[in-house]
């Protein structure tokens, strides 16, 4: 059989419903073998319908995350037709495996940034052309055993742990950077404070376990108010900022 595999929560967004219609609208229906991986509250309304539609039992259910890798490695075409996403992690650990992802293209899922060719991407919630596409990886074999090597390369230069975190620290420099210009054409300086971790302001700022958060300190070291936990991102906030200002300047007044 030819095994097309899916990753998600069993739930209305991640559309697995669509893949199940696909299946039975394709012209090799016969010879696939369908498996979604995950739980939620349509696992038996899917397998309901899987039973209804598909020539092939079908497997849906929960697997082990230690059972995923191997499992991914046994099948043929990874298939994503959820319609709402953030990071699609699943898909970059279909790519890692060497699976060709076939991919929703949705207004409110990041996945569609992995396809590297047009064949991995469908209009989401339409069931005919997710059947093409399974259709066309089937009858050209040598693409998907060659797009499955460059999705894997893919995933490793651009997803794995190690390019994650170079990114990131690359992000940061460039972030800093350009603070650190900003400053000096505004004629700004600035000095990052460190406290002792022994002393009363090391033992102070240990007990801080939000970031940011905002203390108002008068002349006398003397915090004037509440904290103010989190980015002041409201009206509100500022105006409450400004108040505990407001108040510090007023007792060095005093």
Partial sequence: PFRIVASGRLSHEKDQITLIKAISRCRHAKYIELIICGTGPLQHY?????????????????????????????CDLFVHPSIVDIESLSVIEGMASGLVPVIASAELSAASQFAL?????????????????????????????????????????????????????????????????????????????????????????????????????????NIVGEPIVGAITEKNQAETLQSLIDQAIAADAG
């Fill in 117 to 221: 060719l047009d064949e991995s991407l469908f209009p989401a919630r339409d069931a005919a052309m997710l059947a093409r596409r399974i259709d066309w990886w089937i009858d050209h074999p040598h693409e998907l055993a060659v797009w499955g090597g460059l999705y894997a390369e893919h995933a490793k230069a651009d997803y794995s742990v190690e390019a994650s975190v170079a990114k990131f620290v690359a992000m940061e420099r460039e972030a800093i950077a350009d603070a650190k210009d900003v400053l000096a054409k505004k004629g700004a300086t600035y000095q990052n404070v460190y406290f002792d971790s022994s002393s009363a302001a090391g033992t102070f700022t240990s007990n801080i376990f939000a970031f940011p958060t905002t203390y108002v300190v008068d002349r006398n070291g």
């Fill in 46 to 74: 899917l397998r309901f319908r899987a039973d209804r539609l598909l020539e092939r039992k079908a497997q849906i259910g929960f697997h082990k995350n230690a059972e995923m890798p191997a499992l991914l490695r046994s």
